[in-house]
């Protein structure tokens, strides 16, 4: 270290001293204009359904959904994504009632952009919604996945969804080759404007537990690992993301965040790119429960965690905490 007499040169906590200094050299920005805020509807008036597995989270009807869209407006946040649960008695095996024009999700995107148009709605292109199995896609007798059936059918989905006013669509299942049909499809149907945001590298993760309390969307048999990532696996994730560009992907997603951070970072640095992070709801689950038993200062560690997100280089972030840190960033607490 090079000292002047007994005192150090170098002084590292200088530029710390003061609140001006520390903004002045901060080196990761927190925007509201990076956030995403994920919602759950479902059918009804006035019906609102907590989410026991994630605090703060409900299940709302369209009326209550559209005070919750006026809000995002009021704070900035740009974009909802929004993510059905859906009545037992639609789910089929081949999760059809996911490509019905006039299902609850069209419905709601409609409805959506007729009174909120500078709203950004963002649809999940996924089947286990709307399959009685539970799986993201169709299968055979002996309850394997079929990859190119499955295309067809979230294309047919896609479309709904496109037609009824999707700003982006968000094909979220993981078989191959999808990006590139959704691309072809939304093309060849008049939305080239369209934006496809690629579930890129979604891992087979034991963070989505609570997500799919509030979907009803667990699979009745089997898990995923057959066609979601295995969390072991890096250089794997970016081979799928290197695919995803080049089937015309304009953003790509890292999923789960926090735990995934490196890989956040990689894709960064290999893809030009925006790239998106999904705090995902065993995360938020996770902070929530640990304030609730006074372990951790819950805000400041919300504020903490989507900073290190951005720090990994995430350009987007989608999280549950999304109109907390509009507000904190607001306040100026973050940013």
Do not use: W
């Amino acid at each position: 270290m090079q000292t002047l007499g007994k005192f150090p040169s170098v002084r590292m906590r200088r530029m710390r001293h003061d609140d001006f200094s520390r903004r002045l050299m901060r080196e990761s920005r927190v925007s509201v204009d990076d956030l995403i805020y994920p919602v759950f509807v479902i059918e009804g008036n006035n019906k609102r359904v907590q989410v026991p597995s994630m605090p703060g989270v409900e299940r709302l009807s369209l009326d209550l959904l559209l005070k919750q869209a006026e809000e995002c407006v009021k704070l900035g946040i740009p974009v909802m994504a929004l993510f059905p649960s859906i009545d037992a008695s639609l789910k089929t095996p081949d999760g059809r009632e996911a490509a019905n024009p006039d299902g609850l999700i069209p419905r709601v995107v409609r409805s959506l952009k007729e009174h909120f148009p500078e709203l950004g709605v963002m649809c999940d292109v996924a089947l286990d919604p709307y399959t009685t199995h539970g799986q993201d896609g169709l299968i055979d007798e002996t309850g394997f996945i079929l990859n190119d059936e499955t295309i067809e059918m979230l294309v047919k989905q896609m479309l709904a969804q496109a037609q009824a006013g999707a700003d982006i669509v968000a094909p979220s299942d993981m078989m191959d080759g999808r990006v590139a049909a959704i691309r072809a499809a939304l093309d060849e149907n008049g939305f080239v404007n369209t934006p496809v945001m690629a579930y890129s590298a979604k891992f087979a993760s034991t963070f989505y537990g609570p997500f799919r309390d509030a979907a009803g969307s667990a699979p009745a048999f089997g898990d995923r690992r057959s066609y979601q990532m295995d969390p072991h696996n890096g250089r794997e994730a970016m081979r799928e993301c290197e695919l995803d560009v080049q089937e015309g992907a304009d953003i790509l997603m890292i999923k789960p965040a926090m735990p995934y951070l490196d890989l956040v970072r990689e894709c960064r640095d290999r893809f030009d790119l925006p790239v998106a992070a999904y705090q995902v709801s065993g995360e938020y689950a996770m902070i929530k429960a640990a304030a609730k038993a006074g372990l951790i200062d819950e805000y400041g560690v919300m504020c903490e965690s989507a900073v290190s997100i951005f720090r990994a280089g995430a350009d987007i972030l989608i999280t549950y905490f999304a109109c907390e840190l509009a507000d904190a960033i607001r306040k100026g607490d973050i940013g």
